[in-house]
């Protein structure tokens, strides 16, 4: 069952809509309505991508680093958002705890609230 906090793959479209790259994404929420739309943001191991005060980098050495499936070191992209039905995901590799999830969509609220 898809959860906020879960780490699931997702085939990303890239920026200029030419082809798409299997990849963790990290799932926000289940959009309301009758639909099983889904809010992703992409996760990705290019730590150069970081927007300081805005993302969430997921280190190595991170409490919640061993429970979320990932390879290495990586960010989580609030820049990267997606919804997407619940039936294109390729399946959950593994979760963040509550904490950090707190802080990320904290961090999108407040870019959201103009704060």
């Not at 069952?1 to 780490?7: D, E, L, R, T, V």
């Not at 990932?70 to 960010?75: E, P, R, W």
């Not at 989580?76 to 593994?94: F, H, N, Q, S, T």
């Amino acid at each position: 069952m898809i959860h906020p906090g879960q780490i699931v793959l997702f085939s990303f479209p890239h920026a200029d809509n030419v082809g798409a790259k299997l990849r963790p994404a990290m799932v926000l929420g289940k959009l309301p309505g009758r639909f099983d739309d889904w809010l992703i943001c992409m996760i990705s191991s290019r730590l150069h991508h970081y927007v300081d005060g805005f993302d969430e980098v997921i280190r190595t050495d991170a409490r919640d680093y061993s429970k979320s499936g990932l390879k290495t070191q990586s960010v989580i992209r609030l820049g990267r958002l997606a919804v997407i039905d619940a039936g294109l995901l390729k399946g959950a590799i593994g979760e963040i705890d509550s904490e950090r999830l707190g802080r990320i969509k904290a961090n999108l609220a407040n870019w959201l609230l103009g704060s």
